[in-house]
């Protein structure tokens, strides 16, 4: 199985466009059939399906974030990134990144993710 660990600026002011890393160990994430999942959690609420991307660079977005959200890889470096555009306070949350290795990245579904990272702060405040 892969390891996962997320990084990010921590603090970003609102408005801004900052991004947020997945770095994927123990295996490319090319590799057949990975999918690499994006949730988030604010304070005191659920977890939020934010996004995914396979191994064959497609995505998929969460309906209420789609219009402010890209994911994107890079292959070099074994990246999975997350970019949030103009972030309000709302954004702040946990982020994590998530696997499964047989494509069963289905939107609001996180049984089957077989893998963890172990989250990382977003703070959105002026």
């Known amino acids: 199985q892969v390891q996962l660990q997320e990084s990010g600026p921590g603090l970003v002011k609102p408005s801004q466009t900052p991004s947020l890393t997945c770095t994927v160990f123990?295996?490319?994430?090319?590799?057949?059939?990975?999918?690499y999942v994006w949730i988030r959690q604010p304070p005191g609420k659920g977890l939020e399906w934010m996004g995914a991307?396979?191994?064959?660079?497609?995505?998929y977005y969460g309906p209420s974030l789609e219009t402010r959200t890209a994911i994107f890889r890079d292959t070099s470096k074994n990246h999975v990134i997350l970019q949030l555009n103009s972030v309000p306070p709302e954004d702040t949350a946990v982020y994590y990144c998530?696997?499964?290795?047989?494509?069963?990245?289905?939107?609001?579904?996180?049984?089957?993710?077989?893998?963890w990272g172990q989250g990382t702060l977003f703070t959105v405040s002026s």
């Open positions: 998530a696997s499964d290795s047989y494509g069963r990245a289905w939107r609001g579904v996180y049984k089957y993710l077989e893998v």
């Open positions: 123990g295996d490319s994430i090319t590799t057949n059939y990975y999918y």
């Open positions: 991307i396979g191994y064959d660079g497609s995505t």
